[in-house]
């Protein structure tokens, strides 16, 4: 099969590729590098030189987006992973946000409508949820997002909502939770950058780093934040998934990626420890604008319609990213 991928250079884009190419796919990827470097890009062309092709590309460009597409008819499925993620920055950037996340989605559909593809998965967030009184979120649940990402997020899965409703375009939105371990063999590494995990991996390298913890008044178990962590393994076998369930079931769904357990920030760091037996230097910080207290997924949506579940724990997950990134 021939599969086109945004974002490709980022960690969960260059990952989704790796496996796709592994399982003798082809793979077409863009990414503009505005948040990835080409080290990815340069691993996945060595490795697969016959069945990986790289172009930059601003999903922003539409005329360069309906260029590729009208040459590649044969495309057989199509992921969208491309976004500006940085919840901070979006806060101080919403302009930028919405033009990269919210524009560029509507360029990919409206490139794929003209050369007559009508299937998109797209790489939502649990971010869309905002704060809930009520755990696990479940799809049922109404979107309150907080910060301006997760207002993209949305918005862009409203865009794919209304074009199945106007014009029969398919679409799959999968709203991941928090993104953690590596894919496996792959040689493909992330620094997670703006993330704990990013931190945590800095703090284990770094003697001298501290890692930050943002807020320690939450109302949960421990006063810091709460989330459902999820391997990238689980995330990639979430999207076969979503594509076996998409040819049958024509719509615009949203659907969760979790496990369905919620870790706070202190258990991710004790975690963090116990896999590298070393103490992680820690301090509390003001909470962020546009963060949360606590969101964890229901997953028995996916458990039944895309007979899904995620399999790795969060031990599992803290010793792939580190060993794999080292």
């Known amino acids: 099969m021939k599969i ?8 969960i884009g260059a990952s989704f590729a790796f496996k796709m190419l592994k399982d003798n796919n082809r793979v077409i990827g863009i990414d503009n590098f505005s948040n990835s470097t080409k080290d990815v890009i340069d691993r996945l062309a060595t490795k697969f030189p016959d069945d990986f092709s790289f172009l930059e590309a601003d999903i922003r460009n539409i005329e360069y987006l309906d260029k590729i597409f009208s040459e590649n008819r044969d495309i057989k499925y199509f992921f969208h992973f491309a976004a500006l993620k940085n919840i901070p920055e979006s806060q101080l950037k919403p302009q930028l946000y919405r033009d990269n996340n919210v524009e560029g989605t509507r360029n990919l559909i ?14 939502s967030s649990a971010a869309v949820y905002g704060e809930q009184d009520k755990q696990p979120v479940s799809e049922t649940f109404k979107p309150s997002p907080k910060s301006i990402y997760a207002k993209t997020k949305l918005e862009c899965e409203q865009l794919l909502h209304n074009e199945y409703k106007n014009t029969q375009f398919n679409s799959i939105s999968l709203r991941y939770f928090n993104p953690m371990g ?7 590494k992330s620094s997670f950058s703006g993330s704990l995990i990013g931190s945590l991996l800095k703090s284990a390298k770094e003697p001298n780093h501290v890692t930050t913890i943002y807020g320690s008044d939450y ?19 979430g999207h076969l ?7 049958k079931n024509k719509g615009s769904f949203a659907i969760n990626l ?7 920030v202190l258990e991710v760091v004790k975690n963090f420890e116990e896999t590298l037996n070393k103490k992680i230097n820690i301090e509390f910080g003001s909470r962020r604008d546009g963060d949360i207290a606590k969101s964890y997924a229901d997953t028995s949506r996916a458990n039944r319609e895309l007979k899904w579940k995620a399999i790795y724990n969060l031990e599992e997950m803290c010793k792939d990213t580190w060993v794999e990134n080292n």
Do not use: W
Request: with cysteine.
């Open 4 to 11: 086109f991928v945004t974002g490709v250079a980022g960690y």
């Open 219 to 237: 109302l949960t178990k421990d006063g810091t934040g709460e989330r459902d962590y999820i391997h990238i393994e689980d995330i990639i076998s």
């Open 182 to 188: 590596l894919c496996k063999n792959s040689g493909i």
């Open 110 to 123: 409206s490139a794929m409508k003209k050369n007559g593809f009508d299937t998109l998965v797209f790489s």
């Open 241 to 247: 998934a979503a594509i076996k369930y998409i040819e």
């Open 258 to 264: 979790g496990t369905g357990k919620s870790y706070s």
